[in-house]
């Protein structure tokens, strides 16, 4: 099993601009999962892109994954205050995900 | 209508006592699992239940047991609390297809201060 490790850990941004959050890991994967985390809730399953796909889009996400170089992007585009989480990824090969410390994303009004 | 809910949401109780932690998911998924999130927000895997059947348990100390009652319940039971256990206890569920799970679903957390 294998963890992701988000970068960069903090990002501090103005509403209405573009968010990216990167992540890498180690081995081979089925697929990698995006989580966000509001302060003081449980995760929440954002999209999921399997190994043999390049690009995903869903809403205003777009997941990138390069599995040459084991990392993954995430891009909020247009972001808003309300997504103001923590954002996880998990790289999926075994029975069990394991999160990284995430990335702690701030959107000011 | 709660996919996975867990109760308590707050809990806070002295060194020592032994409390338990409820789940319940209405998904029909075949696995759910127990995370301990601490301070840091370092979410780490505890145990995994497949159809009631214990198929993962991580380097968890024995004071921690989870009990399955059916594949739709996981509970956690703690037995003689210490400081180090108050923590952010996230239950999960999700069922996995050939490439892995389709994602998992968490419940909103119990909040566990140990004081």
């Known amino acids: 099993s294998q963890q992701g490790e988000e970068d960069p850990q903090a990002l501090s941004i103005q509403e209405g601009e573009n968010a990216t959050m990167n992540c890498s890991y180690k081995t081979s994967i089925n697929n990698l999962q995006w989580y966000r985390q509001n302060s003081g809730r449980g995760l929440v399953h954002l999209i999921l892109i399997r190994s043999n796909e390049r690009e995903k889009h869903s809403g205003r996400l777009r997941v990138t994954l390069d599995t040459s170089k084991k990392s993954s992007s995430l891009l909020i585009t247009a972001s808003r205050a309300a997504d103001t989480a923590s954002y996880f990824c998990?790289?999926?090969?075994?029975?069990?995900?394991?999160f990284g410390t995430g990335t702690r994303l701030q959107v000011f009004p | 209508d709660t996919a996975v809910s867990q109760t308590p949401k707050y809990l806070v109780t002295q060194m020592g006592n032994d409390k338990s932690i409820k789940c319940e998911q209405n998904?029909?998924?075949?696995?759910m699992y127990w995370y301990k999130q601490d301070s840091k927000k370092f979410l780490k895997i505890m145990f995994s239940y497949n159809n009631k059947e214990l198929i993962i348990n991580e380097t968890v100390p024995n004071r921690f047991s989870p009990k399955s009652p059916d594949k739709a319940h996981l509970n956690l039971h703690i037995n003689s609390l210490e400081l180090g256990d108050s923590a952010v206890y996230f239950c999960?569920?999700?069922?996995?297809?050939?490439?892995?799970?389709?994602?998992?679903?968490f419940g909103s957390g119990t909040r566990l201060t140990v004081v």
């Open positions: 998990a790289p999926d090969n075994t029975d069990k995900l394991i």
């Open positions: 999960a569920s999700s069922h996995a297809g050939e490439t892995g799970s389709f994602g998992y679903t």
């Open positions: 998904l029909g998924h075949d696995t």
